[in-house]
C-alpha cells in the first residue's frame, strides 16, 4: 500500500481536460440511471431516528458522586474526622 | 474553443475569475446580442446562443464525473456560479427599460439549458455524478435571484427525492438547494395561498423531518443553518441544541442563535432550556458559545439604546462582519432585566442555570465588575430578587477567584460590599420582613383563603434572605463584632417557627461557621447547645399558640409533648396549606382536625432543624448528652409514627445519628434493612441512602467476626473468623434493589454498589454480574441515572485495580449467558424494535476492554509507556486477567450448551484477548492451553472463522510456553 501512497503525493495537480470530446465511458456514467430510486436512497428505515439524534438528559454524574455520602453530601466519604467546613 | 478554454482557466485558482468571467460574457454577448439591430440576422444570433449554450452545458458536463476531493470541481462549480450571476445581472440591465415581468433573456435560457440536463442526471447510478449534478444545481438555486416557474416546480420535484439519497453529501446539497426554495415559498404564502400553500409546507415539512431524522450529522448541520428562521421552524431548529453530535450543538449557540435577533422574543421556557443545555453542555466549545451568548447578546438586548441597535449583517459564509455598534455601556438596569427574562426567582436556585450564567458573565464583562457596587443604602433598601442575584453572584465570583490565587478580586469585593456588621444588620431586615410576609400569607383575607399578593411576595423574600445568607456562608468572621451580629442573628432567626426550610438549612449552616471549629474553642458543642434550644423554642412557640386556643395546656418538658399523639390520627395527613384552613369553626371534630395537623407541622419542623444540624457535625453521639436526649425524644418518636413524612424525616435523622456513632448504627442496621424490605419506594430509598452511608463511615461492621472460642487477641485466631452476619442480608437488599421496578430505588441501588465497591467493602461478584446485567438490560433504557453511572462506575473499576478486573473476568461468561436469553426474549416481543437492546458482540467488546490487562493501573504495559512507575520487583498483578476470561470463555464452551449466538460471540472475544505477556503464570497458561486443545478435539467450533481463533490463541500460548522452557533451560544450563 506504501508506494500507492507516496505515488498519489508525487502526481501533478489534478486538471479536467474540457477540450476532450465526450467518450464512451464517460457517457456511460452520466447516462446510465438507477434501476430505481430505491437502489440510490437510504433504506427506509434510517429515516426515522427514534430518539430524533438527540442527547439523553445528561444526569453530570461524576467522580465526585462516587466520594460523597448521601446524607451528608458535604463531608467527604471516609474522612469523618478531618471533614471539617 | 473559446469557452472551454475560459473554463479550463478557472479551474486553476478562484483569484483570476472576475476577469475570466468577463472574458465568457464577452463570448455570450458576441454570440447572443446582434452588434447592429437588423431583424434579418436574428436566425443567425440564435444558432450561436444555441452553439453557445451547448458548448457551456458540454463544460458542465465534464465537471459530473469529478470526485467530491477534488477542490478543481468545486471551483468550477462557483465561477459558473458567479458567472450566471453576472451575465444574468447584465442581461437585465439590458431590457431593463421594458418593465412588468422579467422578460427571456440568453442567460435565463442558458440556466435553463443546463438545469434541464442536470435533471436527467440527479437520479444517475454513479454516486459522483449525482453528488456534483446535485451540488451544481443547489448552486444555482442560491446564486440567483429568479427562477423560471416551471423549472422551479421541476427542480423541487427533483431535490426532494435526493433528501433520502445514500450519499449524505447529495443530501447535503439537496437540501441547500431546498433550504432556499422553502425559504422563497414561505414568502409567497404571505400574499397569495393557493396551491403553492402546500406546496411550501410540503417542502418544509420534509426538511424538518430531515433535521429531526438525518443519520448525518453533517446533514443536519447543513439544515440547521439553511432553514428560515419563521415561527414555524423555530421549534424545530431550537431543538438541535440536543443533537447527539457537538459541532451541531455548536452551531445553534455559535451561529444561529446569536444572529436570531432579540432573544427577548423567545419563550421563557426556551430560554432556560437554551441556558440551561447549553452551559451545562458535554463539549466545552459548547459551553463557551453559550456562554458567549449571554453575555454578549443577551445583555446588549436588554442595554442597547434603541438607536445602537443595528440591523444584523452577515456575510454569506455566516461570519459576522466586525461590529460597527458601540458595546452599550454596563446597566444595572439592563442587568437585572435579564436576570428577570429567565426567570432568577426560579432558575437563580440551587441547581439552577443562573448561577453557572452570572459566574460566565461576571468572568467575560470586566466592565461590569467594575461598574456594580453593593455598598450604598439605596442598593438594599430596594433590593429584589434580581438585585440580591447580583450582588450574591458577584460575592461568589471573586471568593472563587480569590480561591484560585487571584486576590485582586477580593480587594475589590471588599470595597464593593458593605462590611459584615452592616451586612449582619441588612440581613436582619430582611429576614423580618420575610417572616411578617410569610404570617401575613399565613393569616389570610378577609375570607381566610390565604392572601395570593402575600404569598406571592413571600416567595420573592425568602428567595432574598436565601442568597443573603448564601454571602454569609463565604464570609470570613475574624472581625469579633461581625461575628457576634451573625451569631446572634441566626439564633433568634433559628427560633423562628414561620423561617422557610431553605432557609432554616442555611441558617444552621452559617450559624455552624460563625461557631467556629473545635480547633480554637468548643464549637461544635456550642453549636449544638444553641440549635437544640431553638428547637425546644420553635416546638413551645407552636404548641404553646394551640394550647391557649384549645385550653388544653400540658406542663411537659418540650421534647415529650413534640413526641405527640399524631400516631392517633392516621387521616390528619394533609398538606401544608391546610393549616390556614378555618380556625374560627366552632365545631370539635375539626378542632381536633386542626390540632392534629399543626402537631405534624410542629414535628416536621424540629426535625427539620435537627437534620439540618445532624449534617454538620462530627463528634461522638454518645459522648454528647444533649444529642441522646434529642435522639430519644424527637427522633425515637418519629421513627415510630404513624405519619409517613414524619416517619422519614425521623429515618433520616436516625441515619445521620448513626453516622456518629457505631454502636447505635449497628444497633438500627436491621431496622433500615427492614425498612427497605417493608417499605414503599420512595422510603427504600432513603434506606439505601443510609444503609450505604452507615457502612462507609463504619466500614468494620461487615467485617469478618472472630467465631466463637472468642479469642484472645492474638494472631492465631485470625483464622477462626466468619463473615459478618450482617453481610448476606445486606448483600440481598442491594441485590433487590437492582431488580426494583423503581427507576430512583434502583439507580440509588445502583450508585451506592457503586460506592461500596470502589472501597471494597461489597466484593460479591454476583453483585457485579447484577449490575453489569442491569446495565445492558433493556429495561433499564429509561432509567438515564442508572445507565450514566455505572457507564462511569463500569470502566473506573476495572481499570484501577487488577483484582477488580479479574473480578469481572470471572463473571464475563455469565453475563453473556444471561444477555442472550434477555435478548432472545427480547426480540421475540412484537412491540420492540430489535435495535433497542444492544448487541451481544457489542456486550462482548466492552467485557474485553473492561478486562484488558493494559489498562489497569499499574499494569506492566502501563508501565513501559512509563505513564506510571511500578517499582522494580513489584510484579503487577494484572497481565494474567485476559488468562483468567480466556479460561472462562474456553471452559464455558466446552462444559455447557451454549445457542449459536452466544458461541459466536465468546468466540470473538476469544480473539480479541491480549495474551502476548512477559511472564505469563506457567499453570494457568497451561490451563488455558489444555483447554484450548479440548476445545478444537471438541469441534465446538463450527465455522471457519471461530475455527481460526482458537488456532490463534493456540498459537500464542504454544509459543509463551516454548519461550518459559527456554528461559527455564538457560537459566538451568
Known amino acids: 500500500a506504501t508506494p500507492a501512497t507516496t505515488k498519489k503525493k508525487d502526481k501533478e495537480p489534478f486538471e479536467i481536460d474540457f477540450m476532450s470530446p465526450m467518450n464512451q465511458q464517460l457517457a456511460d456514467l452520466l447516462y446510465t440511471p438507477a434501476p430505481s430510486n430505491a437502489t440510490i436512497s437510504l433504506p427506509k428505515k434510517d429515516w426515522k431516528s427514534k430518539t430524533r439524534n438527540l442527547l439523553p438528559d445528561d444526569k453530570h454524574f461524576s467522580s465526585r458522586d462516587l466520594l460523597r455520602l448521601f446524607l451528608k453530601p458535604k463531608a467527604r466519604m471516609g474522612s469523618r474526622k478531618s471533614a471539617q467546613q | 474553443n473559446h469557452v472551454a478554454a475560459v473554463f479550463s482557466d478557472a479551474q486553476k485558482s478562484n483569484t483570476g475569475h472576475r476577469k475570466l468571467v468577463i472574458n465568457l460574457r464577452k463570448i455570450q454577448e458576441a454570440c447572443c446580442y446582434e452588434p447592429l439591430s437588423s431583424k434579418k440576422k436574428q436566425a443567425e444570433y440564435d444558432n450561436d446562443e444555441d452553439e453557445f449554450n451547448t458548448e457551456v452545458v458540454r463544460c458542465v458536463l465534464r465537471v459530473l464525473p469529478i470526485k467530491k476531493s477534488e477542490t478543481v470541481g468545486d471551483r468550477i462549480v462557483k465561477f459558473l456560479g458567479i458567472f450566471l450571476r453576472v451575465a444574468s445581472e447584465k442581461d437585465n440591465q439590458l431590457v431593463a427599460d421594458h418593465d412588468g415581468a422579467l422578460p427571456e433573456t440568453p442567460t435565463s435560457r442558458l440556466t435553463n439549458a443546463i438545469l434541464n440536463t442536470l435533471l436527467q442526471l440527479l437520479s444517475t447510478k454513479d454516486k459522483i455524478v449525482r453528488f456534483r449534478a446535485t451540488q451544481i444545481s443547489a448552486h444555482i438555486i442560491n446564486t440567483l435571484d429568479t427562477l423560471d416557474d416551471q423549472m422551479f416546480h421541476l427542480l423541487r420535484l427533483a431535490l426532494l427525492k435526493r433528501i433520502h439519497d445514500k450519499e449524505s453529501s447529495v443530501r447535503m446539497h439537496a437540501i441547500y438547494g431546498l433550504s432556499r426554495l422553502a425559504a422563497e415559498l414561505d414568502e409567497d404564502q404571505q400574499d397569495e395561498d393557493s396551491d403553492d ?168 464583562r470586566p466592565d461590569y465588575r467594575e461598574y456594580v457596587s453593593f455598598d450604598s443604602e439605596a442598593f438594599w433598601d430596594e433590593i429584589s430578587p434580581e438585585s440580591v442575584f447580583v450582588a450574591r453572584t458577584f460575592n461568589d465570583y471573586c471568593r472563587a477567584k480569590d480561591a484560585q490565587g487571584d486576590g485582586r478580586l477580593l480587594d475589590m469585593l471588599e470595597m464593593k460590599m458593605p462590611e459584615v456588621t452592616k451586612f449582619g444588620f441588612l440581613l436582619e431586615i430582611q429576614i423580618n420582613r420575610l417572616i411578617e410576609c410569610v404570617r401575613g400569607a399565613a393569616s389570610g383575607g378577609p375570607d381566610g383563603d390565604g392572601d395570593e399578593e402575600m404569598e406571592e411576595e413571600s416567595v420573592q423574600r425568602e428567595f432574598i434572605v436565601e442568597q443573603m445568607l448564601h454571602m454569609a456562608i463565604s464570609f470570613d468572621y475574624s472581625d469579633e463584632v461581625g461575628r457576634r451580629k451573625m451569631f446572634g442573628l441566626m439564633r433568634e432567626a433559628l427560633t423562628m417557627p414561620e423561617l422557610p426550610e431553605e432557609s432554616t438549612r442555611l441558617a444552621v449552616e452559617t450559624l455552624r461557621l460563625v461557631c467556629g471549629d473545635d480547633r480554637s474553642d468548643k464549637g461544635e458543642s456550642d453549636f449544638c447547645g444553641i440549635v437544640l434550644e431553638a428547637i425546644a423554642e420553635v416546638h413551645d412557640t407552636i404548641m404553646g399558640d394551640e394550647a391557649d386556643k384549645t385550653k388544653s395546656s400540658t406542663g411537659e418538658e418540650s421534647f415529650h409533648s413534640a413526641r405527640s399523639e399524631v400516631s392517633n390520627d392516621g387521616s390528619a395527613s394533609r398538606s401544608k396549606k391546610s393549616r390556614r384552613s378555618n380556625n374560627d369553626d366552632g365545631e370539635e371534630e375539626d378542632d381536633d382536625e386542626e390540632k392534629a395537623i399543626r402537631e405534624i407541622m410542629v414535628n416536621m419542623k424540629c426535625l427539620h432543624i435537627a437534620q439540618c444540624m445532624l449534617q454538620n457535625i462530627q463528634c461522638e453521639l454518645e459522648q454528647t448528652v444533649h444529642l441522646v436526649t434529642m435522639l430519644n425524644n424527637l427522633v425515637i418518636p418519629a421513627v415510630r409514627s404513624q405519619e409517613a413524612p414524619i416517619r422519614e424525616r425521623g429515618l433520616v435523622c436516625l441515619g445521620l445519628c448513626c453516622l456518629l456513632g457505631k ?97 471494597q467493602l461489597i466484593i460479591d461478584p454476583d ?33 484501577s485495580r487488577a483484582a477488580n478486573a479479574e473480578r469481572m473476568a470471572t463473571i464475563a461468561t455469565g453475563v453473556i449467558g444471561r444477555l442472550a436469553a434477555l435478548r432472545e ?142 528461559a527455564e533451560r538457560g537459566g538451568h544450563g
Open chain 2, 825 to 966: 426474549a427480547f426480540i421475540e416481543d412484537e412491540d420492540v424494535e430489535e435495535s433497542e437492546m444492544v448487541t451481544l458482540s457489542v456486550v462482548g467488546g466492552m467485557l474485553v476492554d473492561w478486562t484488558d490487562p493494559r489498562k489497569v493501573i499499574g499494569s506492566s504495559e502501563e508501565a513501559k509507556t512509563g505513564k506510571l512507575k511500578v517499582e522494580e520487583g513489584a510484579a503487577p498483578d494484572s497481565d494474567m486477567i485476559h488468562f483468567v476470561l480466556a479460561e472462562q470463555i474456553l471452559e464455558k464452551l466446552v462444559t455447557s450448551q451454549t445457542s449459536k449466538d452466544e458461541r459466536k460471540v465468546l468466540f470473538s472475544m476469544l480473539s480479541k484477548l491480549h495474551l502476548a505477556v512477559s511472564s505469563p503464570d506457567p499453570g494457568l497458561l497451561r490451563t488455558v492451553l489444555e483447554l484450548v486443545a479440548e476445545a478444537i478435539e471438541s469441534k465446538v467450533a463450527s465455522d471457519a472463522t471461530s475455527r481460526n481463533a482458537l488456532t490463534k490463541i493456540q498459537t500464542t500460548l504454544l509459543k509463551l510456553m516454548h519461550d518459559i522452557a527456554t
Open chain 2, 197 to 364: 400553500d402546500d406546496a411550501s409546507s410540503g417542502v418544509l415539512e420534509k426538511l424538518l423531518n430531515v433535521l429531526q431524522n438525518d443519520p448525518s450529522a453533517e446533514v443536519r448541520r447543513a439544515l440547521l443553518l439553511n432553514l428560515p428562521l419563521t415561527p414555524t421552524t423555530l421549534p424545530y431548529l431550537l431543538e438541535r441544541a440536543r443533537d447527539l453530535d457537538a459541532a451541531t450543538r455548536r452551531a445553534l449557540y455559535a451561529r444561529l442563535l446569536p444572529a436570531l435577533g432579540d432573544f427577548r422574543h423567545l419563550s421563557l421556557t426556551h430560554r432556560e432550556k437554551l441556558l440551561r443545555w447549553g452551559l451545562r453542555d458535554r463539549d466545552e466549545t459548547v459551553r463557551k458559545a453559550t456562554a458567549r451568548l449571554f453575555r454578549e447578546r443577551w445583555i446588549e438586548d436588554c442595554a442597547a439604546l434603541p438607536a445602537a441597535t443595528a440591523p444584523e449583517e452577515e456575510t454569506e459564509d455566516g461570519k459576522k462582519k466586525p461590529s460597527v455598534t458601540k458595546v452599550a455601556d454596563p446597566s444595572l438596569e439592563a442587568l437585572l432585566e435579564l436576570l428577570e427574562r429567565i426567570d432568577v426567582a426560579n432558575s437563580g436556585n440551587t441547581g439552577g442555570v443562573a448561577l453557572e450564567a452570572m459566574s460566565e458573565f461576571w468572568d467575560g
Open chain 2, 767 to 799: 453483585l457485579l454480574k447484577g449490575l453489569v446485567i442491569a446495565f445492558f438490560d433493556p429495561e433499564t433504557s429509561n432509567n438515564a441515572s442508572l445507565k450514566q453511572a455505572l457507564t462511569y462506575f463500569l470502566p473506573v473499576y476495572c481499570h
Open chain 2, 663 to 759: 454502636n447505635l448504627a449497628q444497633e438500627n442496621i436491621e431496622l433500615f434493612l427492614h425498612c427497605f424490605a417493608r417499605g414503599h419506594a420512595s422510603l427504600q430509598t432513603i434506606a439505601l441512602q443510609i444503609i450505604t452511608d452507615i457502612l462507609t463511615t463504619h466500614p468494620s461492621l461487615l467485617a469478618p467476626v472472630a467465631s466463637s472460642g472468642h479469642g484472645d487477641e492474638t494472631s492465631a485466631t485470625i483464622s477462626a473468623t466468619e463473615p459478618s452476619p450482617l453481610l448476606k442480608p445486606v448483600l440481598k437488599t442491594f441485590s433487590k434493589s437492582l431488580k426494583s421496578e423503581d427507576v430512583d430505588v434502583q439507580s440509588t441501588g445502583a450508585s451506592a454498589l457503586s460506592k461500596l465497591m470502589l472501597s
